[in-house]
């Protein structure tokens, strides 16, 4: 509900831990407090994905959730990457698979906001299944509490979520998500303009997207363009500001980069390519990321998220600015908590596992960068 917006959050001071804590393997609730992720339940899932669809859409998925993390919980980009959603049986699916871990309501705990996120999902597809081909579609969800009961009720939401689809044809749909400083953003004016779009009240306003975007330029150049409405790592010491132009600029931007990627259909499904994952692979991943956050930001990385807010710092003021060597040392500290250093070999070609790619052959260090064998990598 549009009411919820007005829960004044508590005042919360992010925890603080040093990496060292954060690369210790962890139960599922600490991991998320510390990080915002889970390498437990990745894994379940990646396994469960793995059983029902393959390895090769069970292993995008992982590195789609990196990318998402990257870029939502370090870099705290207000704009997401766009995605497609499927059209199975009158609901949505992240993959054009017809089965329960794909289908995204199943996705959303019932017991968050008391049932009202998952009404309001469900009101959302089904406006996206009756749309017109071309047409924009909206859902509003508030900043404030996930819920009063736990584990729900530990939980705040310090960003609302607003919700964009946009009906491709009839079998998929793009979808495109912004997040919201209501403390900055004229959200209440930007809603009343669309029909009071809300958590409970999914709106389609029947514009097509290029006539969306136009609006919102009008609805800038009404509330100033250059207004700051949203701040990325707002307590780092390089915050990044977004002027609402900015903002609108940038979903243009992310739309019409999206639509000139070639249809999921047309590309090759790498059938044959295989991933041993475990549980630590998936942390190191993670970790990896931290780290080189912490490398461009004077050893400390600041983390942005839906499910946590915390900071995660060197142990130690030691050769670099993360107090470690890099993990391109392999006899370095953060190699042994990694794993890294694991099967080391005075052959340079036979030495760690990749953590992206799990590439054994050729990985190396060159001018003090750990460099993946795999020239595809996306380490690399």
């Not at 690369?23 to 990745?42: D, K, L, N």
């Not at 749309?131 to 530990?154: D, R």
């Not at 609108?248 to 590309?267: A, C, F, G, V």
């Amino acid at each position: 509900m549009i009411a919820e917006r007005q829960i004044i959050a508590p005042n919360r001071e992010p925890s603080i831990f040093t990496f060292d804590q954060a690369a210790r393997i962890h139960s599922p609730e600490r991991e998320m407090q510390m990080i915002g992720v889970s390498s437990q339940y990745e894994l379940e899932r990646y396994r469960k994905v793995s059983a029902a669809a393959g390895e090769a859409i069970a292993f995008e998925e992982i590195q789609r959730n990196k990318r998402a993390f990257e870029r939502e919980f370090l870099e705290d980009i207000p704009i997401s990457e766009p995605h497609s959603y499927f059209h199975i049986n009158g609901e949505l699916y992240s993959e054009e698979i017809d089965h329960d871990l794909f289908r995204i309501t199943s996705q959303t705990d019932p017991r968050e906001r008391e049932g009202q996120t998952l009404a309001g999902l469900n009101r959302f597809q089904e406006q996206v299944m009756k749309a017109k081909v071309g047409e924009t579609l909206m859902w509003y969800s508030p900043a404030g509490p996930a819920g009063h009961t736990e584990p729900f009720s530990n939980i705040y939401y310090e960003s609302g979520r607003l919700y964009l689809a946009v009906k491709d044809k009839d079998s998929q749909s793009t979808h495109i998500d912004i997040k919201i400083n209501e403390a900055q953003f004229p959200i209440r004016e930007l809603l009343s303009h669309y029909g009071n779009c809300a958590l409970d009240n999914p709106t389609n306003p029947h514009i097509s997207i290029e006539d969306f975007i136009t609006s919102l330029y009008q609805f800038a150049q009404i509330n100033d363009p250059r207004r700051i409405v949203y701040t990325s790592r707002r307590d780092s010491k390089n915050p990044a500001h977004h002027s609402l132009v900015k903002i609108i600029n940038e979903i243009t931007n992310q739309i019409n980069l999206y639509r000139q990627l070639p249809d999921i259909s047309t590309l090759t499904n790498p059938t044959q390519q295989t991933h041993r994952i475990t549980q630590q692979n998936i942390q190191n991943m993670y970790l990896m990321a931290i780290q080189s956050h912490m490398d461009r930001n004077d050893g400390e990385a600041r983390l942005y998220g839906c499910s946590t807010t915390s900071v995660i710092t060197s142990n130690q003021e030691v050769g670099s600015s993360t107090g470690f060597a890099g993990i391109s040392n392999r006899y370095s500290t953060l190699s042994r908590m990694m794993g890294l250093g694991e099967g080391i070999s005075k052959n340079d070609d036979e030495c760690i596992t990749c953590p992206y790619c799990n590439n054994e052959k050729g990985n190396r260090k060159i001018n003090g960068k750990y460099v993946c064998g795999n020239e595809d990598c996306e380490s690399n």
